[in-house]
């Protein structure tokens, strides 16, 4: 019986920037940590660094394009893609930064991070003009609202004579984000996570429905960032234009009694349940066979009844090994309404957000949240909706512990 390698596989990619060279210093903390790392280059960055270095201090072949046939890998160009369990970018240029978020694939290191599901870690290093450069900024915020992670350059001396940001992290720094990804990479093993996410549709006749502004942005977020944990998460999803993440069992409803019913079969199984969806209070108290018609110029009187609360509904019957969690969609007095939530739907941490906040709330790709747990009170700043999403999952683990 071999022995089970527990090294963790690192991917370590290197763009053509002067500091191309720190890569051979970061790959050796990198194994110095523990960690077995093979090295994917750019056409650019072997004119800054010859390929044998890398070779010489990872024992393995250094990958420099899609067409190489490296003597230890299939032809099949996604191996070392699904050889990682993190995947580094140290220094990530600002060409890099764009294809990923193009999404081009037109040498090994853009086809292989396209490729893989394993965490990315970016570290960005070029002339501070570049990087303050709108286009850059904005192919970086694509990046971080996809979940890939940032160790942000720092600002000083660059090679080009400019003082500035820009200058890649120290590759202490690197490291440690690398350790960090990688130890959390597996942290809800074991657990079964249930999400809630989007909004539901409440019938008025077979033309005619109510709905609100969730776009089920926050709730995706959790289920992808709870399943890359190594979470088994089933999501319940009211109708979204989103693409379900990769893992992840669907159970799709359309009004708050759909959700109710979906809720009731599903919370028991699970150890965690996470409701970022956002049901309607109230349905119209007659769903009508045939497709209103106008009347005339005389007002339209809807008469509604209020809905179950589902949040409530289930919280009656959490067991003491279950960490329930929901959100609070205000617009004013926020903590205040939050708490009370906290206490009437037995929650064990409740989410707040002002949804009149700018950057906050439905249908953005970030949110600024308040995280009020029974015994423990965190405000976040403004960050993507999977930054949100890891916090809460941190939050839920120290609850648990
Ligand atoms: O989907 P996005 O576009 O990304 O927007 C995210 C969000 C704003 C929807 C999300 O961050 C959020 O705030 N979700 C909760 C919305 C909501 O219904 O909040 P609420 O304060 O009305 O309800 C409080 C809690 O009770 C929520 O967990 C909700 O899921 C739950 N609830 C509410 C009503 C109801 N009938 N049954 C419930 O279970």
Redesign the pocket.
């Known amino acids: 019986m071999g022995t089970v390698n527990t090294r963790p596989h690192v991917v370590l990619g290197v763009t053509g920037g002067i500091a191309a060279y720190k890569a051979c210093e970061l790959l050796r903390l990198l194994q110095k940590g523990g960690a077995e790392v093979q090295v994917i280059m750019t056409r650019n960055a072997c004119e800054f660094v010859n390929p044998l270095t890398f070779e010489t201090l990872s024992g393995y072949p250094a990958v420099t394009d899609t067409f190489d046939r490296p003597e230890r890998w299939s032809v099949e160009h996604v191996a070392m893609a699904k050889w990682a369990d993190l995947f580094v970018i140290a220094p990530a240029t600002a060409n890099i930064l764009a294809k990923m978020a193009a999404g081009i694939a037109d040498d090994m290191l853009s086809t292989t991070v396209l490729a893989t599901a394993a965490p990315v870690l970016v570290a960005p290093a070029m002339n501070t003009g570049m990087y303050i450069n709108p286009a850059t900024q904005a192919n970086m915020n694509v990046l971080r609202n996809r979940g890939i992670h940032f160790a942000d350059p720092a600002s000083g001396y660059l090679a080009c004579g400019d003082t500035g940001v820009g200058k890649l992290a120290p590759v202490e720094d690197i490291a440690a984000r690398c350790f960090e990804l990688l130890g959390r990479k597996q942290d809800l093993n074991g657990l079964r996570v249930l999400v809630?996410?989007?909004?539901?549709r409440e019938m008025l006749d077979p033309v005619r429905y109510i709905s609100?502004?969730?776009?089920?942005?926050?709730?995706?977020?959790l289920a992808a960032a709870a399943k890359a944990r190594g979470a088994e998460v089933t999501l319940l999803t009211g109708p979204?234009s989103l693409t379900v993440p990769e893992g992840v069992h669907a159970v799709s409803f359309l009004s708050?009694e759909d959700?109710?019913n979906a809720?009731l079969d599903n919370a028991a199984l699970n150890d965690i349940i996470i409701?970022?969806?956002?049901?309607?209070?109230y349905r119209p108290v007659n769903v009508e066979t045939q497709k209103i018609k106008k009347q005339h110029g005389e007002p339209f009187v809807l008469t509604m009844v209020?809905?179950?609360?589902?949040?409530?509904?289930?919280g009656a019957v959490k067991r003491d090994n279950q960490t329930f969690?929901?959100?609070?969609?205000?617009t004013e007095k926020v903590l205040e309404?939050?708490a009370k939530?906290l206490e009437k739907?037995n929650?064990d941490l409740?989410?707040?957000?002002d949804?009149t906040a700018p950057g906050?709330?439905?249908?953005?790709d970030t949110?600024i949240?308040t995280l009020i747990a029974r015994n423990r009170q965190q405000s976040l700043p403004l960050a993507s909706?999977r930054e949100v999403a890891d916090a809460i999952l941190d939050e839920i683990l120290r609850i648990r512990a």
């Open positions: 809630t996410a989007g909004p539901t609100n502004r969730s776009s089920g942005k926050m709730g995706y977020a979204v708050t959700l109710l809720m409701q970022a969806a956002a049901p309607a209070d209020e809905n179950p609360d589902v949040a409530a509904t289930v969690v929901g959100f609070a969609a205000e309404h939050a939530k739907k929650l409740i989410v707040a957000n949804v906050a709330g439905f249908d953005v949110n949240v909706k």
